[in-house]
């Protein structure tokens, strides 16, 4: 349900605010890494990270203290106004709706750094109307302040109600830019018994039959995956609205094998990227949610096999159709957006030689 009709849906919702995209731009995102704008040392490493990260992410909630909430808007608008942030987007998440921050820290972003900050990350969002009240009040300080194009909105899925809502969450706005999966607030929203940050939990599983009747004998477990059905939802809602989903936050920042699973997890269920909590995530991250050689030169030679795309071919011993072209092409396209922005990977993808 969106506040608007379809005939003006894409109509600014206030005088002197940029027009809304028709479309969000597929920037890379890989890593979202967050920064406290309070925290001296974070705010010091900001500079030397433009480049090497997908998205700089000063963020204002969680995490940040109650003291320091003040302090770090300030910081943030310092950091942005000081820095070139080249081919690295930068965005914020503000405080919640709800909270007695909110209004200022928009108010003071907007109209002060409006025109470098690329998207506002909303936490806890339960409904459209979340995303409704956030669209008006940045136009009203988009034309207030003189931002000359819209500010984006990324949605946090961490709220029972907000998973119920997902599909009207993306569909909401113009402005609607991804979703990403929060699942510390979600596991507490639905009492669920997990107090890790993401990943698995060694309770969660499924066991083997018992062999010869042996119900206490040698019996292979599989530990499951507890955010499978979330994810896979957040990414229909979001394929269906052309917007993009994001694995959270992995909170054990050690287990550096572990994130890597879940981040590779939430890569072939559709998302885009993840966050990073800490530098070591980011490497981790990059490597992730960007295809490999060996899956670029597959999806190459497929589109090469395919001719016009349509019909089926055998490549491999395997059938190629008008369906697996079009997952090669996401893989492909996607490889051409890297290879822009990273060099490395450009060098990587260049190489691939493909037999005729
Ligand atoms: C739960 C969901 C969330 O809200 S997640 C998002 C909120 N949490 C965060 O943003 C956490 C950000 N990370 C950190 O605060 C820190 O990484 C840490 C507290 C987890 C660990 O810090 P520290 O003990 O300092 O780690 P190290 O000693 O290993 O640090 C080495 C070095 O790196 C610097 N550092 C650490 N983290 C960052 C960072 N994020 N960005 C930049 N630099 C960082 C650190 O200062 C050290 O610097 P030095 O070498 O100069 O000393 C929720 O939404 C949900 O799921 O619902
Ligand atoms: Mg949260």
């Known amino acids: ?40 040392k974070m705010a010091a490493k ?46 914020t998440r503000i405080n919640s709706l709800d909270s007695p921050w909110v209004l200022d820290d928009l108010i003071t972003l907007v109209t002060e750094i409006g025109d470098k900050l690329d998207v506002v ?7 459209p109307e979340d995303i409704h009240y956030v669209d008006r009040l940045l136009a009203q300080l988009e034309a207030k302040g003189g931002v000359q194009r819209p500010i984006l909105i990324h949605a946090i899925l961490e709220t029972a109600r907000g998973v119920a809502n997902v599909e009207e969450i993306a569909l909401a ?21 997990t107090t890790r940050v993401g990943g698995g939990h060694p309770g969660y599983l499924v066991r083997q039959d ?10 292979t477990v599989f530990q499951q995956d507890l955010w499978h059905y979330t994810i896979a939802k957040m990414v229909d ?23 890597e699973d879940q981040f590779r997890n939430a890569f072939l269920l559709g998302c885009v990227g993840t966050w990073s909590l800490h530098p070591k995530q980011i490497e981790i991250a990059n490597r992730v949610f960007s295809p490999s050689v060996e899956d670029i030169k597959h999806a190459r030679r497929v589109v090469k096999a395919m001719g016009d795309g349509t019909g089926a071919v055998m490549l491999d011993g395997k059938m190629e159709d008008d369906a697996s072209l079009k997952q090669c092409l996401v893989l492909v396209e996607l490889a051409e957006e890297l290879a822009a922005i990273d060099p490395k990977l450009k060098e990587l993808y260049d190489a691939i030689e493909i037999e005729d």
Not at 13 to 32: C, D, K, M, T
Not at 121 to 127: E, N, R
Not at 240 to 259: H, L, N, S
């Open 237 to 259: 809602a979001c394929a269906e609205a052309g917007i993009y989903p994001y694995y959270g936050p992995f909170g054990d920042i050690t287990d550096v094998v572990a994130a």
């Open 121 to 127: 990350m909303v936490p806890k969002v339960q409904g």
């Open 173 to 193: 706005s113009p402005r609607m830019q991804g979703i990403s999966l929060g699942p510390a607030d979600l596991a507490a929203d639905r009492k669920m018994k």
């Open 46 to 91: 900001v500079p030397a990270m433009v480049g090497t990260v997908d998205v700089l992410l000063g963020n204002l909630e969680d995490a940040v203290k109650a003291d320091n909430k003040i302090a770090a808007r300030e910081g943030l608008v310092e950091i942005a106004k000081s820095t070139d942030f080249g081919p690295t987007q930068l965005w």
């Open 210 to 219: 018992p062999v010869d009747g042996d119900i206490h004998g040698n019996r």
């Open 1 to 40: 349900m969106s506040h608007k009709s379809p005939k003006d849906f894409f109509a600014p919702l206030a005088v002197g605010a940029p027009a809304p995209l028709r479309e969000i731009p597929a920037r890379p995102s890989r890593a979202i890494h967050f920064f406290d704008p309070s925290n001296p």
